[in-house]
Nanobody
Framework: VQLQASGGGLVQAGGSLRLSCAASGRVNTWGWFRQTPGHAREFVAAIRPSNPSTYYSGSVKGRFTLSRDNAENTVTLQMNSLKPEDTAVYYC????????????????????WGQGTLVTVSS
């Protein structure tokens, strides 16, 4: 499965951006992670096909919304009320395997990764 991410860019604090990721094949669980220089990759959000289905890190909960289109094999991360600390390279990730809830935030459980898209939030 190949993943193609899009939608990064530069935005002022308080603004919004929408990231999308398209897969060439079926996806069970989608995830978004982000990374800044010198830091480990950080879990942002994930969505499974079954209920409860969406998961967010504490730092983005209430500001970011993740949704999926199973027919199109796409996922969208709507990011609102962006803060400078949200600045990072964002990566979409996908797994074709069914994940248990505790595995969702762990990047090693995702088999496929997009190329990364830079989000810069200016203060």
């Amino acid at each position: 499965v190949q993943l193609q991410a899009s939608g990064g860019g530069l935005v002022q604090a308080g603004g919004s951006l929408r990231l999308s990721c398209a897969a060439s094949g079926r996806v069970n669980t989608w995830g978004w992670f982000r990374q800044t220089p010198g830091h480990a990759r950080e879990f942002v959000a994930a969505i499974r096909p079954s209920n409860p289905s969406t998961y967010y890190s504490g730092s983005v909960k209430g500001r970011f919304t993740l949704s999926r289109d199973n027919a199109e094999n796409t996922v969208t991360l709507q990011m609102n009320s962006l803060k400078p600390e949200d600045t990072a390279v964002y990566y979409c990730a996908a797994s074709q395997s069914r994940m248990i809830q505790s595995s969702v935030p762990i990047d090693t459980y995702y088999e496929f990764w997009g190329q990364g898209t830079l989000v810069t939030v200016s203060s």
